[in-house]
Nanobody
Framework: VQPVESGGGLVQPGGSLRLSCAASGFTFSSSAMNWARQAPGKGLEWVST???????LYANSMKGRSTISRDNAKNTVYLQMNNLKPEDTAVYYCATGAYEYWGQGTQVTVSS
């Protein structure tokens, strides 16, 4: 099991990005999936979770600016982020439901 993130990059403040995480090797449709991030010099911060039934949770820092979704046919979870701020700069990680498996991360940099 190796989640693989993609979609990071450099974006200006106020911009948008959609992160993707493809995962296989387990029953994806039955598993919750998580996004977390680590900003430079800071600890790991939970961002969002989507459950197998589609219910979602968001950290206060991202609530109203992000949408997590999943496509079970593609074994992929997405994180759409809008109105990005410089403080959103971080490496974003995808993790399986109980955080047993993590991706390698994708860098998001918000800067003008």
């Amino acid at each position: 099991v190796q989640p693989v993130e993609s979609g990071g990059g450099l974006v200006q403040p106020g911009g948008s990005l959609r992160l993707s995480c493809a995962a296989s090797g387990f029953t994806f449709s039955s598993s919750a999936m998580n996004w977390a991030r680590q900003a430079p010099g800071k600890g790991l911060e939970w961002v969002s979770t989507i459950y197998s039934d589609g219910d979602t949770l968001y950290a206060n820092s991202m609530k109203g600016r992000s949408t997590i979704s999943r496509d079970n046919a593609k074994n992929t979870v997405y994180l759409q982020m809008n109105n990005l701020k410089p403080e959103d700069t971080a490496v974003y990680y995808c993790a399986t439901g109980a955080y047993e498996y993590w991706g390698q991360g994708t860098q998001v940099t918000v800067s003008s």
